[in-house]
Nanobody, 120 residues
Framework: QVQVVESGGGSVQAGGSLTLSCTAS????????MGWYRQAPGNERELVAS???????DYADSVKGRFTISKGDAQNTVYLQMSSLKTEDTAVYYC??????????????WGQGTRITVSS
């Protein structure tokens, strides 16, 4: 099994910054991609940012120029640096990891989510 654990959520005022971290652990043969998603009340879960094995990144238009996804030095760790936060960034943020486990089976694992509240 593959476990995904996020940390770093909290409350911040508009214009502030936060950094989220995510680590995937367990029986991982190959990690294909990791990404951050968010879900605000009443909304569907949406992609915020992702990075793949080759280092390519993808961002939602709403966060381009404000958020940065990066890989950590530690294996299977990614960060989401968020700056110039807006009230509309308020949501529960989820980390996702996809790849092949030790049995060469595809996995698609989610963290438990971390809440971010941006106040005006």
């Amino acid at each position: 099994q593959v476990q995904v654990v996020e940390s770093g959520g909290g409350s911040v005022q508009a214009g502030g910054s936060l950094t989220l971290s995510c680590t995937a652990s367990g029986s991982i043969f190959s990690l294909v991609a990791m990404g951050w998603y968010r879900q605000a009340p009443g909304n569907e879960r949406e992609l915020v940012a992702s990075t793949n094995q080759g280092g390519a990144t993808d961002y939602a238009d709403s966060v381009k120029g404000r958020f940065t996804i990066s890989k950590g030095d530690a294996q299977n760790t990614v960060y989401l640096q968020m700056s110039s936060l807006k009230t509309e960034d308020t949501a529960v943020y989820y980390c996702n990891a996809r790849g092949y486990d030790g049995s060469r089976r595809i996995f698609d694992s989610w963290g438990q989510g971390t809440r971010i509240t941006v106040s005006s």
